[in-house]
């Protein structure tokens, strides 16, 4: 079983539409979890943090699931700008990137 | 302030040549990170500088992989004898603690071994 995995997607979903990602991994003591967004051609960049309670950012929420070992990112009201790949990270002792999970917002 | 910087963007070597790769960090930043990428797949972990010392050096492929960090400042990623599977885009990225913080990565550095 791979440290982390995600669905590579694509996801198609229309304009305003609500999507949800996500990302399972397999080491129970696994301490700090991320969202990067990754556009094309570009560096990962921070989406979010995942803490234990969740957290919400505008229109993003993450949760950590601990006792499923999987964390999720729900996305509302997706707009174009949205489009891009989404990476998961777990650490343990290293850092350990998904292979990500494609978005694509269409008109 | 500035953000991590990587040189040269593109780089393209025959096989069997030497490379280097430069990562200068965020200033102040303790932890600094290589990684490749591959296309269609997500970061793949090679080696972790805590100060100028290698923290974790496991992701390094084999022993043509090398890097370093005299400094505790701007690193190198050596590989020797390249061959055309080490064509990647290569990361690097740098933290202000260690592995919990949050990763600010440099654009990157494409290879293409011909």
Known sequence: RKEVEQDPGPFNVPEGATVAFNCTYSNSASQSFFWYRQDCRKEPKLLMSVYSSGNEDGRFTAQLNRASQYISLLIRDSKLSDSATYLCVVTYQKVTFGTGTKLQVIP | ?114
């Not at chain 2, 990562?23 to 990170?33: E, F, K, Q, V, W």
């Not at chain 2, 890097?67 to 080490?86: F, N, Y």
Request: proline share 5%; net charge neutral; charged share 20%.
């Open chain 2, 1 to 114: 302030g500035a953000g991590v910087s990587q040189t040269p963007s593109n780089k393209v070597t025959e096989k069997g040549k030497y490379v280097e790769l430069r990562c200068d960090p965020i200033s102040g930043h303790t932890a600094l990170y290589w990684y490749r990428q591959s296309l269609g797949q997500g970061p793949e972990f090679l080696i972790y500088f805590q100060g100028t010392g290698a923290a974790d050096d496991s992701g390094l492929p084999n022993d043509r992989f090398f890097a370093v960090r005299p400094e505790g400042s701007v690193s190198t990623l050596k590989i020797q004898r390249t061959e055309r599977g080490d064509s990647a885009v290569y990361l690097c990225a740098s933290t202000l603690g260690g592995n919990a913080d949050t990763q600010y990565f440099g654009p990157g550095t494409r290879l293409t071994v011909l």
